[in-house]
């Protein structure tokens, strides 16, 4: 009798410990989105294939992340009284496009100045200026860019006195379509004092005529006399490009873009960050932004733009420092290790003497910046590894000594470094077009980042191997001699100089076709999807050190997603060109959904 009434008490006890356990059990957390009925590709890939090794039915997001991804019966359980639920109606998504290199207020610029985007010949080009002086102010300047002469009939770069035709009384200043050289009127050289005594600053070059007259065309830093004069735009102007830019990149599925500004000066290119903050502030930001900084700003500047917005901030902060070691193929002003295949007199016009640029980025390393230099051509691409090399060395010897220096961006992002681990530099040279064998060994050696763009293959393609010769040509836009190396891929648009959707640099990538199918260039080179969409997400997370946080559709990570009316990864390439986008999501919240 006493051993019943003994069981029945540790029942009873059992009962109610079983109560008070439950009770104090948390419920279940309940998603504030979820996104049901979708073909889902996580971005979860084989590390040695790169093959998708998960798709999903639906996501479940919380505070801004993704709290859950898998079957639609799983993830409707995560539905609470509150949970918006979004039916994606079979439709792909992918995660964000994190765009790796652009310049987004000037983008925003050339949709509200004279856009030269497209024009396809003199007498077009000449045109849109004409109508834009129409309703132009009375001595107003007239600026623009886009312009390429390589697709018009006649392929000469145009003269000042080509525009003086349209003006004379309107300072006029109009940028190539690669931002590396410039055509000015006889009013613009005037207002800038640049006259047949002018000498050619150093890393530039003023284009001249058999008489010594001044052509109008300006190489590099010879622009910056006429930008000097041209009145800057207020706080007003540059918000509404900065906003017009930020729509573009919704309507394109881009989520985060890391972003040179404005890339002709260093003061308007801070004053845009700020703008950028202020926009933050109200909660209007629709893309995560990693704003690079001058290279050549003095350190101390650096330090002080660097501490003036949390890096854990993950829809704004600064990045990497920005520098440029040469020009553009189009305008031949690469820096190339031989001459041109088009022109034996020109090598281009290199940007540093190599000293003070090892100096200056050893300084600047020791300091915790992640450098990327711009450079296109081979002698570039070599001198920015010399400059990398010179710094490793540099830190890592320090680094046993024991200061234990390490880049601020490793320090504060998600993405953090393990103590006394190997120094995480993740050192970046962004286009890196023309490379040879031996430079793409050291890109593996120093850990180096190829930060490239796809799409300008489409454009250039016309006309690279003209510059380069068939040799250098055949290890030139080299996407898969990286790949097989193991060297990091992170790629981008370059918007404004190409458009801003991805999809043609998804299709050069994993074509090397013109959009019209009719010309190759080296397909060897040529990607498959899987690679080149992990280039667009996870590879441009991991150059801006975000790897942790963007790239995948993966439980934690932020929930920056984008919905395609097609399967890229399983239509023809062809098709991925007239891919559209019917919503973008960044941290849950839709930014942009077709009509």
Known sequence: MKMTILVFLVAIVAIAMTGIRAQNLPAQPKADIIFLNGNIYTGVVDASSFHAIERAEAIAVSDGRVEAVGRGDQIVKLKGPSTEVIDLGGHFVMPGFNDAHMHLADAGFQRLTVDLMGVKSLTEFRERIRARVQDAGPGEWIVGSGWDQTSWPVKELPTRWDIDEVTTDHPVFLERVDGHIAVANTRALQLASITVASKDPAGGKIDRDTTGQATGILRETARQAVRAVIPRPNHDKRRQAIETGLQDLARSGITSAQDNSDSGDSKLSWDDFQIFEEIEREGKLTARITEWLPFNDPLPTLQEHRSAHPQSDNWLHTGMLKAYMDGSLGSRTAALLAPYADDSTNSGLPQYEQDELTRLTKERVNAGFQIGFHAIGDKGVQMALDAFSAAITDRVGTDRVGTGLRP?????????????????????????????????????????????????????????????????????????EFMKKGVTLAFGTDYPVEPVTPFRGLYAAVTRKSEDGKKKYYPEQKLNMEQAIAAYTTGSAFAEFAEKDKGTLAPGMLADLVVLDMDITSVAPEKVLRAKVLRTVVGGKTVYQAK
């Open 408 to 480: 601020v961006q490793a320090e504060q992002s998600s993405a953090k470094a393990t103590p006394n681990a190997a120094p995480d530099f993740r050192l970046r040279i962004e286009h890196a077009q023309v490379t040879n064998p031996l430079q793409v060994a050291k890109f593996k050696q120093f850990k180096v980042i190829a930060s490239m763009q796809p799409n300008h293959l489409l454009t250039d393609m016309n006309w690279a191997e003209a510059r380069l010769g068939p040799k250098r040509a055949a290890h030139s836009y080299a996407w898969v």
